[in-house]
């Protein structure tokens, strides 16, 4: 199941992020697909916000994840820097998948071989300067039930 909306400004943008906060739990992978500047940092920094981190939230630079402590960890990952996928798994990102916190994980799709089986896939579309496509789609083993109490459709 994939549920799709498509936003036309960053406030909504930052509400599905918001609302998705309350509903994860330890655990719990968000992977963040779509092009530079397509909204997957703007995503993170509601979503952490929303979690109660009162750190600014930006893309991880020279460190691969940063970890932010709010309600519950939030592992922020940017993973566009990494010269091949295999020093994603090199980093013991399994370590921050089984750990206490949520984690989110931009540009998953560069790292695809070495996600958990049980993850959120979220995909951000431009569309134009301010309109972006969301499409949520939950893995075989996360389930449909988040995805249906988010609503975003
Ligand atoms: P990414 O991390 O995917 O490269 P960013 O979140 O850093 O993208 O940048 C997205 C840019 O697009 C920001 O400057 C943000 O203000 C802008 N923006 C405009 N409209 C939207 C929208 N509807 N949703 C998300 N971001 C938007
Ligand atoms: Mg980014």
Redesign the pocket.
């Given at each position: 199941m994939s549920m799709c909306r498509k936003?036309?400004?960053?406030s909504?943008?930052e509400a599905i992020a918001a609302k998705l906060a309350t509903l994860l739990k330890p655990g719990d992978v968000v992977c963040l697909s779509?092009?530079?500047?397509?909204?997957?940092?703007?995503?993170t920094k509601a979503l952490g916000k929303a979690m109660g981190i009162r750190e600014n939230i930006t893309?991880p630079t020279f460190n691969l994840v940063q970890e932010y402590e709010g309600d519950m960890p939030l592992y922020h990952f940017d993973v566009y820097r990494l010269l091949k996928p295999s020093e994603f798994r090199d980093l013991g990102a399994e370590e921050y998948f089984s750990g206490a916190g949520v984690c989110v994980i931009?540009w998953a799709n560069l790292v695809k071989e070495y996600l958990p089986e049980r993850h959120l896939w979220i995909e951000?579309k431009w569309l134009d300067?301010?309109?972006?496509e969301i499409c949520i789609t939950p893995s075989e083993t996360f389930g449909n039930a988040l995805v249906k109490e988010l609503g975003i459709t």
């Open positions: 936003v036309v400004k960053q909504q943008t779509g092009d530079l500047g397509a909204g997957k940092t703007t995503f893309s931009e951000i300067a301010r309109r972006r």
